[in-house]
């Protein structure tokens, strides 16, 4: 087999489609689609697939193996396709552990490729794990949660583009920071700053959130290192601006414009995402309760 997606890939999927045989008296993974809903389910994936006379589970198998060697080159768009479309958590409103249930699934055959299904604004993503990371996995199951529209977007809009779009990623990372604190201050009923820009709403949220660097209660046997770690959040953001003014794609790209290394993108990503996590978490321990949740979402 050709491609990203390994046999044991295409394994899963056939256990999350077809919910497993007729006979197996083992309980489906997710939900057990006749022979009509498995062709209805790759109708909506755009793909034409037809049991015939053969039965669901060696049909759907045979077809998997087709779609991921596909003739046109095309395969891993396809598979991606059908991971996110068996994956989608419209599909278990009423049973929304399935849709855990099948998602871990895909993801324990996933791992070993560096792939990985999220599910990023009540939609599920395929991304590289290698792109995400250790710590912006935690920030996607926090913000999985969250009812803040932009903060999802954001994400949506990084994590695709690291690779092949690393200016755009930039630029979507000191969003998402952005939105994360303006997010924040709106759930504390405070104005945003006069200054909307990332060193102004994070300067902002800290003074609320306890983090700021000139607070006078720190215990004084770590008082310099607490200050000298609270003064870095600003640095570390400031650094994320400057890199979307100066690398990023928010004002344009003129001629002759030098890309920058996928690497940067990662380690701007990785940086916005620990810093976003430690505000919500900062966040939900002043106000002593989690921040809103979409109803059968986890």
């Not at 278990?92 to 990023?120: C, F, M, Q, S, T």
Request: proline share 6%; with cysteine; hydrophobic share 40%.
């Amino acid at each position: 087999m050709t491609g990203k997606f390994s046999p044991f890939v295409i394994k899963a999927l056939v256990d999350t489609i077809t919910g497993g045989a007729g006979n197996d008296n083992a309980p489906a993974i997710g939900i057990y689609r006749s022979g009509p809903k498995i062709e209805q389910f790759f109708l909506d994936c755009g793909l034409d697939m037809r049991i015939g006379a053969s039965s669901r589970v060696p049909a759907t198998t045979d077809f998997l193996r087709q779609t991921a060697n596909h003739y046109d080159g095309n395969g891993d768009i396809y598979v991606t396709r059908i991971i996110e479309r068996v994956c989608d958590p419209r599909d278990y409103l009423a049973e929304p552990d399935k849709a855990i249930a099948v998602r871990e699934h895909l993801n324990k055959a996933l791992a070993p490729d560096g792939l990985a299904v999220v599910i990023v604004g009540g939609k599920a993503l395929v991304t590289e794990r290698r792109g995400s990371g250790t710590i912006v996995e935690p920030f996607i199951q926090k913000v999985a949660t969250l009812d803040f529209d932009t903060v999802q977007m954001e994400i949506a809009r990084a994590l695709p583009n690291l690779e092949d779009d690393p200016e755009d990623a930039v630029t979507a990372a000191c969003s998402l920071i952005e939105a994360v604190c303006r997010s924040i201050l709106v759930e504390l009923k405070l104005p945003l700053p006069p200054k909307k820009d990332i060193d102004g709403l994070m300067r902002a949220v800290q003074e609320p959130l306890g983090l700021s660097p000139g607070r006078s209660d720190l215990p004084s046997e770590v008082e310099s290192d607490i200050r000298q770690t609270l003064s870095g959040l600003t640095s570390v953001a400031k650094g994320i601006g400057a890199l979307r003014t100066h690398g990023g794609d928010a004002h344009g790209r003129e001629r002759g414009f030098r890309r920058i290394d996928a690497r940067i993108a990662r380690l701007a990503l990785n940086a916005a995402s620990s810093l976003a996590l430690f505000l919500i978490e900062s966040w939900e321990r002043k106000e002593h309760r989690s921040l809103p949740q979409h109803a059968g979402e986890t």
